[in-house]
């Protein structure tokens, strides 16, 4: 294998900015082909190194082969190319983990319906590359999880295995940065954190992710870009909980939110804006400052400003229903058979992913409230509400709704005809809301 057979000793300084040179060639498999591992496939793809896309998924896999996936229009233009290219195929055979020189490994690694890290999907997967590994492979594990899950998932069972790190195999952690649908940071252009187990593990790390990054970030070991990774989200989540709670402080002084943050957002220091909106959704905010928690919790360390933040913004969904039910009352319209649409059930705009949604928490209280919900997102065919199927709603403009509620635009929505509704809530505070019930 190639990487232990190339690699120097000596690490490049830490936080060093030196583009590495490029990845020796050899085939790179790529375990997990969601959001984060089929962009990391193909960018790899891009670089000249053959790739092995590998998913335990049949449905996942069958998406892929028909170009059915979420991703930007460049992005479905490399999976075009790969497609047809005999040096990239996908497979859900593990088995053709051991043929490859280097392997990626990005799972999801979600909570449960309390909250709670779930480690099921991270742990499987790290035990099916560590059942097939072989001496001279770089491992690399990109998936967000808590501090330590590098060594105990990978290093200490691979030791297990008579395959010790720096001489038998390479190990690094390299947190993703990938943000869906935002095709100003794609990780190309973006810079890449990589921890190794040993100077070794990352200098062959740097070199393998070098090209599909913006540049490299080297720090001392896996556990500072566990953290690093940990702390970049849970700043997102602690702020956002903030612009939350600074919106409703602002309505309830009778001015605009939005007029507020961009005025503080010309402070060329010492600010950063976040907006409102009807809570967080996605595959890292609602969910990695819980890895963080859950370790601390374990470590009997307190972390009062990240519970209160992340309670806070599970709390907002329920918050946005019952301001919802207000703005009816406000009218006298009986909140049985009333007729709400949800504009965007995506977490975000111009992706079609629905994970932690709070659009999906919104109207499930609506419904159970008694109210008629439908929803109208062009990139969202159908979701699942307590075991029911719901579909899109086409031409919106053409029914009568009670109340519309304005969760997520996408770019291709047109929402001229929201100027004739008679009740209007938007949720990220753009738009003047029909009544004074704050959004």
Not at 291 to 300: F, M, N, V
Not at 398 to 408: A, K, M, N, Q
């Amino acid at each position: 294998m190639t990487f232990l057979a190339h690699q120097g000793d000596l690490p490049r300084p830490q936080g060093s900015s030196e583009r590495p040179p490029s990845p020796v060639p050899g085939t790179v498999a790529v375990v997990g082909l969601g959001y984060v591992g089929l962009p990391t496939a193909l960018a790899l793809f891009g670089a000249g190194a053959d790739v092995v896309g590998v998913d335990t998924s049949p449905q996942r896999l069958d998406a892929v082969a028909r170009g059915a996936v979420d991703l930007l229009p460049v992005h479905h233009a490399q999976l075009a190319c790969a497609l047809e290219s005999d040096s990239c195929r996908f497979t859900s055979d593990l088995s053709a983990i051991g043929t490859a020189d280097a392997v990626i490994v990005c799972v999801p690694t979600p909570v449960d319906a309390h909250r709670r890290p779930d480690l099921g999907p991270l742990s499987g997967a790290c035990a099916a590359v560590v059942s097939h590994a072989v001496p001279g492979q770089l491992l690399v594990l990109t998936s967000t999880s808590h501090v330590g899950t590098t060594r105990e998932l990978l290093v200490e069972p691979l030791a297990a295995r008579g395959l010790h790190v720096e001489d038998d195999v390479l190990v690094a952690f390299s947190p993703e940065r990938i943000d869906p649908g935002n095709e100003h940071c794609t990780p190309e252009h973006t810079p890449r954190l990589v921890g190794g187990a040993g100077a070794r593990s990352t200098r062959a790390a740097a070199q393998l992710l070098a090209p599909t990054a913006s540049r490299i970030h080297v720090v001392d070991r896996p556990e500072t870009a566990e953290m690093a990774k940990l702390w970049e989200n849970t700043y997102r989540a602690v702020n956002i909980a903030l612009a939350n709670e600074l919106a409703d402080a602002s309505l309830a002084l009778g001015l605009e939110p939005q007029r507020v943050i961009e005025a503080a957002a010309t402070k060329p220091y010492g600010f950063m804006p976040f907006y409102p909106g009807p809570g967080v959704g996605g595959h890292c905010i609602p969910c990695d400052p819980h890895y963080l928690l859950s370790q601390l919790r374990a470590a009997r360390q307190e972390a009062p400003l990240v519970t209160a933040a992340m309670a806070a913004n599970a709390e907002r969904p329920a918050l946005t229903s019952e301001r919802a039910l207000a703005l009816l009352a406000q009218d006298a319209v009986p909140v049985p058979g009333a007729r709400i649409l949800v504009v965007g059930v995506a977490y975000k705009e111009g992706v079609a992913d629905v994970r932690e949604s709070p659009a999906l928490e919104i109207m499930s209280r609506l419904r159970d409230a008694g109210a008629t919900v439908a929803y109208n997102d062009p990139l969202v065919p159908s979701v699942v509400l307590g075991g029911q199927e719901l579909r899109h709603t086409d031409a919106p403009h053409e029914r009568s709704w009670d109340l519309v509620i304005l969760h997520t635009t996408h770019p291709v929505h047109d929402l001229s005809w929201l100027e004739d509704v008679p009740r209007l809530l938007d949720t990220r505070q753009r738009r003047p809301s029909r009544r004074a019930v704050p959004a």
